[in-house]
Every structure is written in C-alpha cells, then in structure tokens.
C-alpha cells in the first residue's frame, strides 16, 4: 500500500512537472512569438520608414533635374556634337574645336555578336532583364561610397555607363548618382536594349590605335588594333576589345606614339577574365573557352601605323586651353571646391578640366580671342624670316614671345616657338626659365623704391663681397670688382649684381618681396624669396614670359597689374554670354615707384646694356625706335638664357631664347635676342602703329619727391662730420627720385652694403683733403694771427715813443 502510494505520487509530480514545463514552453513561445512579430512589424516600419526618407531624399536630389526630352537625350547619348569654334579679335576664324577622339558610329548589325555578348557578360550581366539599374547593385555601391569602402563593381549598369559618360560628368557626389539613376530609367523607357547596348559601342573610349591616336567606338576599336571591321572580329578578339572600356589606356596594346608595348600581359590577362565571364554566363562552350583563352592573340596586333600630322599650332591648343579653364569653375564651384583646392591638386585639375573641355567641345559655343590675326601673322613670319639668326650651328634655338597691351593685360599677340611640327612646346606660355636679370627691376630695386630704402641716385655697394651661405664670390657679370659704390641708376643700368645682391640683402629687412609677386600671380615658392641669389634669377623653377611680360607690363601701366589673358567672351549659339573676362586691377607698386622705374629702364635702353635693341631698331623703323621705350636685358648664369623685355606706355614686347635642353648658348646671342625683338617690333608696328602709343612718354607721377642730392653719397648736400672732421659733402648736386620720405642727410655710411673698410676707402682721399685743407687754413690763420700781434706791438711801441 505504502509502495503504492509513493508510485502514485511520483506519478503525479511526474505529471505536475510536464504540465509546468509544457505552460512554460507555451507562455515562452507566446513572449517570443509576440516579440518576433514586434521585431518584424518593426523591421518592416523601419523598412517603410527608410524606403519614405530614402524616396524623400531622392526626390530631393533630383527636384531641380530638368528631365529630358527623348530627342535631347537621343542626341547626347549618341554624342552628336554643336560644334566649337574659336575666332581672332577680328571675328575670323582660328579653327573648330573638335575631339581628339577617332570615331566613327556602325549601326548594331555591323557590330560581331561576340562583342555584345562579352560587354554584357563583363559590364552587365543582369542587363536584359533591369529597367536601368539594379537597385540591390546600386544600394550596394552607394553603402560603400558612403563608408570609403572600395567598389570595385561601381554599381552601375550599361545604361548607367553611357548617362554618366554622354550626358552627366563624372563627379561621384550622391547627386550625381541619383540623377544618373533618373536619366538612365528615362534612356530604357525611351530607347530598346538593342539600341542602349549599340550606342553604348559606339561612344566608349576604346584606349589607342596603331597610330597612337585615342579611339571611341568599338569599329574604331576594331580597325585600329586587329585591322578588320568590328562584324569581322573573332572571339578573343572580340574578348579583348570588350574589356578595355574599363581601363582603355592601360589594357591598350600600344603606346602614345602608336608602338606596340614591351608588356602586354595585362590586356591579355584581361580578355581572359572577359572569356572566362562569358563562359560563365553560358554565353560560350567550354570548349569555346579554352580555346580562345589559349590563342596566341598579340600575334593579331597590327604593326604601327603613320599619323598624318594636324595644321593646328600653338595659338589653336593654347586657346582652346584658356578657354577649357575659363569654364572650369562652372563646374567645381558647382560640386563645392574652390580656386586652391583645384590648384592645389592634380587629380581635381585633370578631372575639372575634363568635364569643361568636354563641355566645350560639345555645346556649340563661340570662342572670342583677344590675339590680333594681323600682329599674329607677323610674330609667326617673323620667326620663319629672321630666326635663322638665333642659331648657332648646334642645333635648333627656342624662342618665347608676347605682345600685351599695358593698360588692360590683353595679350595681341604671341610666338610660342619657332616651328611647332617640330616642337609642340609653347615657350611662351609653358617653358619656366631662370629669368636672369630682368628679376631685378620687379623684385628687387621696384621693391625697395616701393618702401622708401632707396632713391634713383642712391648709393650700392660694388666691393667684393660672398654669399653668406656658401661663402662663394658674388661677381659681376663681366668678372670686374668695381671697388666703388655706384648710383641705383648705374648698377641697373649696367645689370651689375653684387650692388642689387647687397640691396636685396637689405630689402629683407625691411618688407617681404613675395608680396609683391603673389599679387601678380607669379608662382614661386616662399622659399625662393630667401636665397641669396633670386635677385639674379636665381629660382627653382624659373618664370614663364608670360609671367615677366605681365609684370613689365605692370610698372609700363602705373604700378596698376591686370592679369594677361586671350579669352574675351565665350557665347552659345545664340549669342547668350557663356564667360566674359573681367579686368580685377591690383595696385601692386606705388604710382611714384613705377614711374621712377621706367625712368630708371629708360638709361638701360637708350646707353646701357638694351642699347643693342634700340640701335638696331633705329636701323628698321626710326619712328619706333624714337618711341619712349623702357626695358631690361637678362643673361643667365652659364649663357643658358637670354631675355630682353621693353615697354612703351601702349604695349609690353618681350623675347626669350633658350636650347629646350638647358645647352649653354655663345656670350654674345643676348646681342642677337636684342636683334631678333627688334625684328619682332617692327613687325607688328607696321601693322598696327598705334597700339605702341609712341606719342607719349612715360612721365615721373606727381607724387615722385624730388630730392637734391650729392652724387657721391646719394644723400643730402652741405656739411656732414664725418669721422670727427666736418666737412663740405663731396660730388656734384644731382636730382634723386623717391616714392616715400626722400633723402637723408648724408653720413658716413651713406649706402647700402660695404664694410667700414669699404667707406673709409672712399672718404678717405676727401677726408685727406680736408684735414690738409684744415690744417693749412689753421696756418695761414696762425701766420694771420702772428702778424696781426706783431702790427699791434708795433703800434703800441710807437704810441708809447710818442
């Protein structure tokens, strides 16, 4: 009884235990089950919610999209192209701008089947089936966008590729990718997947051709690198044209000149990636497969090929150039970057300046220039005519040239070089030289004028000296020590450098002469402007002759810079104004200042080291060389520059020459640069006579003081004591010109640079002649005096006798 009792209870705690665990199991499943659905519901709301923001923010992105007609898009995505031109200031025409790109368009039964079969199988595999985009791909591409993260699938189907290509810049901002997804739904409702994926081969960029031509379009492709027609091509290559749009440069069998790489492994490599996606799609066999990996296709190439050379020159790339940057801001003040960012980084310049050529080639505008066909024409005959004495038997010597009218910067005219079949380098605007001696007029005596260190008439050391940091002689160009002091006048004058060296020096001290440089955009370092030898040309880099005409240009304008330039207007194809150049005047030098510097450059004209230039041109034109003309010359260091820059109060003309490879040139070819701008002038004075304005002069402004000075000291005239002695200063009366304060009154140590030695040299043959001067007036006052005191002893000998 007792045992079964104790069964019977076991039996119901047995029961009670499952009956607990079972109402557990179920009160858990409820709590779990309530709490999944939540999470669920929840999710789902999330969902909902995010779909809402994500459509929201889309709609935002795109609400100021004009959406395109199907004709518009038709024709950008088609890249049918309102063609550029580009016209003198006279309205003639320069030429067309037109793309670099070979193209030529084949309708899609032209195109072998391999190809498209491979394009889709490698670009966009889900390409028959999307509406213009994969949003899963999309979603997927932006997350990482978002994160930093590497894509290397990008997101983007065929569609997509040719809206962002055709129709959109290629910035990646979210803005850009939402209207990239809202044109290419718009291009799949408008236009069927045959023509997507035909138009698509026809404007891709497709690397190089055999001639080193760069080549959109897949029969372009074709021809240019397997030598048939883009119907003929057979599987591999059809595999290996079908994967260079992702990296046409790189996976390109040849070079910019049209050779054939040394390596071609990473085309190859990448059409077997293009097979293998075939393959994989089903799009071929296995046995297709192996059999078009294993071909040997480099044997395929085609040899190089000759380019037919085009009849642009220098003028045609160099203002397609300008006008290319002039639009650049549109576009990335636009995304946001300003000027500094730009300048600042190559990627954001290349990418920039991309999308405003593109731009520029494609919307039909009107390029107005400001170069003068005329005056053009002339420099250009000038070179063929005359350059001939430039050469030295060694080879071919460069020339850099511009004509800019003072007073707005516009720049008439301009030689980039002497043949440009043979040489594509514009010196005029790209070369970067040591400019030599023409520094010292803008970055060392305006400067100092600028400031008030120094008068026209003030006193430079010329005794020998060295450079502090390496000790070495700072020389003379003709190797002579002066041993002296000479005026501002005469050292500029005679290009002299150890008096500009020991001014510099003391330049530093008193302003920062970068300063005045970045206000006329000339670029160099801040560095530079603390060595020792910049005011002799001494830079890293060098200056362009645009960047020296423009601050000649500078002081021929009272001090007033303007930036040079050759773009004046773009407009559209109906007249509305796309650019128009606006003059922003910088008062860089003081009025009094740069009118004493052209006073100053007029000597070196006239009988200094430019009298070459002059005399030659009296030879030419009379007349002109009767003009008030004020200038520099310029030799580097070893004769591997000469430079000869001059203004009249209408125009800056300079001329520089140089060997490209930094060759040393014969002493006397400054003398033959003088003769060649002379040529230069007088070429384009007899087209157009006014532009020079050689009726007037260059005035000294009102503002000029005018100070009576010794010709020895620099300072004021009268009495000084010096060294103890006071004494009537020495040197003849001669009138100085300052900006600021005007002279001082004249001491011992009355210049710039030299040692005590150096000053006791110079006053010690007048200090002589004072003291002998002194002493001999102290006898004879002496004697005077003795015999005064004996006449009076005399007299009192005769009163007393009286």
């Not at 889900?126 to 899963?136: E, M």
Request: no cysteine; net charge neutral.
């Amino acid at each position: 009884m007792a045992e079964h009792d104790q069964n019977h209870k076991n039996k119901h705690k047995k029961s009670s235990y499952n009956k607990n665990w079972l109402l557990g199991f179920h009160i858990s499943y409820g709590v779990l089950k309530s709490l999944l659905l939540f999470v669920i519901v929840l999710l789902l709301w999330l969902g909902s919610l995010g779909i809402g923001v994500g459509m929201g923010y889309f709609a935002y992105l795109v609400k100021d999209t004009e959406v395109p007609t199907k004709e518009t898009l038709k024709n950008e995505i088609n890249d049918i192209e309102q063609v550029s031109h580009m016209v003198y200031a006279n309205n003639e025409s320069i030429g067309d701008i037109t793309t670099d790109l070979i193209r030529t368009n084949v309708k899609s039964d032209a195109i072998s089947p391999y190809v498209k079969k491979a394009i889709v199988a490698t670009e966009d595999e889900n390409f028959w089936k999307h509406h213009g985009f994969v949003p899963k791909a999309t979603i997927r591409a932006l997350i990482s966008e978002a994160l930093g993260a590497s894509n290397s699938s990008g997101g983007s189907t065929l569609t997509q590729q040719l809206v962002k290509q055709q129709v959109l810049t290629s910035e990646t901002t979210f803005k850009r990718k939402a209207n990239e997804l809202l044109l290419a739904y718009r291009v799949e409702n408008f236009f069927s997947k045959q023509q997507i994926l035909t138009t698509y081969l026809n404007v891709s960029p497709f690397g190089r051709n055999n001639k080193g031509e760069n080549i959109a379009g897949v029969e372009e492709a074709a021809k240019g690198i397997f030598g048939v027609h883009a119907k003929d091509l057979s599987l591999p290559q059809a595999a290996f044209i079908a994967g260079l749009p992702q990296s046409p440069i790189t996976y390109s069998p040849y070079t910019a000149t049209g050779d054939k790489k040394k390596d071609l492994s990473a085309g190859l490599e990448r059409k077997n990636d293009v097979l293998f996606n075939m393959y994989r799609e089903k799009e071929i066999t296995e046995k297709e497969y192996l059999a078009a990996k294993s071909y040997d296709l480099a044997k395929d190439f085609i040899e190089k090929g000759s380019n037919t050379s085009n009849q642009n020159d220098y003028l045609y790339y160099y203002v397609q150039k300008e006008a290319t940057e002039v639009l650049m801001p549109t576009y990335y003040k636009a995304d946001g970057f300003k000027k500094e960012d730009i300048t600042s980084s190559d990627d954001l310049y290349n990418k920039y300046y991309k999308i405003a050529n593109r731009s520029l080639r494609r919307n039909g505008y009107t390029v107005h220039s400001t170069i003068n066909k005329e005056l053009y024409d002339s420099m250009q005959a000038t070179a063929q005519n005359y350059g001939n004495m430039l050469d030295d038997g060694r080879g071919t010597i460069q020339v850099g040239s511009i004509m800019m009218e003072n007073s707005t910067g516009k720049i008439l005219a301009f030689l980039g070089g002497r043949n440009y079949a043979e040489n594509q380098n514009n010196h005029a605007f790209d070369t970067r030289r040591s400019p030599a001696s023409t520094m010292k007029p803008i970055l060392a005596y305006a400067p100092a004028i600028d400031v008030g260190l120094i008068g026209s008439e003030s006193q430079l050391s010329n005794f020998p000296t060295t450079f502090k940091s390496s000790g070495g002689p700072v020389t003379n160009y003709d190797r002579i020590n002066r041993n002296s002091f000479e005026s501002v006048r005469q050292a500029l004058k005679k290009s002299d450098n150890i008096p500009v060296y020991n001014l510099y020096q003391a330049l530093l001290t008193k302003t920062n002469p970068e300063s005045y440089f970045k206000k006329m955009n000339i670029q160099m370092s801040s560095a530079e402007f603390s060595y020792e030898s910049i005011p002799m040309g001494g830079t890293d880099h060098g200056l362009t002759v645009l960047e020296q005409t423009n601050a000649y240009a500078t002081l021929a304008n009272g001090g007033v810079y303007n930036q040079g330039y050759v773009i004046d207007t773009i407009t559209d194809n109906n007249g509305n104004v796309i650019y128009k150049h606006e003059q922003k005047p910088v008062q860089v030098y003081a009025k009094a200042t740069a009118s004493i510097m052209n006073n100053l450059m007029r000597d070196v004209i006239n009988s200094g080291t430019g009298i070459k230039a002059k005399s030659t041109l009296a030879q030419l034109s009379p007349t002109l060389a009767g003009g008030d003309w004020v200038g520099k010359t310029g030799t580097s260091q070893d004769e591997n520059d000469f430079w000869f820059t001059a203004s009249t109060p209408g125009i800056t003309l300079s001329s520089w020459i140089g060997y490209d490879n930094n060759t040393p040139m014969y002493s006397s070819w400054g003398q033959n640069n003088m003769q060649f701008w002379a040529y230069l002038a007088n070429g384009t004075y007899q087209i157009d006579p006014n532009a020079y304005q050689t009726n007037r002069k260059f005035e000294l402004d009102a503002s000029v003081i005018k100070s009576e000075v010794s010709s020895f000291t620099g300072q004021k005239l009268g009495t000084s004591t010096i060294n103890g002695v006071k004494m009537q200063v020495p040197g003849s009366k001669v009138t100085s010109y300052f900006a600021k304060d005007g002279a001082a009154s004249s001491s011992f140590e009355f210049g710039i640079g030299g040692t005590t030695a150096n000053y006791n040299t110079v006053w010690a043959p007048y200090l002589s002649a004072t003291k002998k001067t002194t002493e001999s007036t102290k006898k004879e006052e002496k004697k005077a005096e003795t015999t005064t005191n004996n006449d009076e002893e005399d007299q009192d000998q005769d009163e007393n006798e009286d």
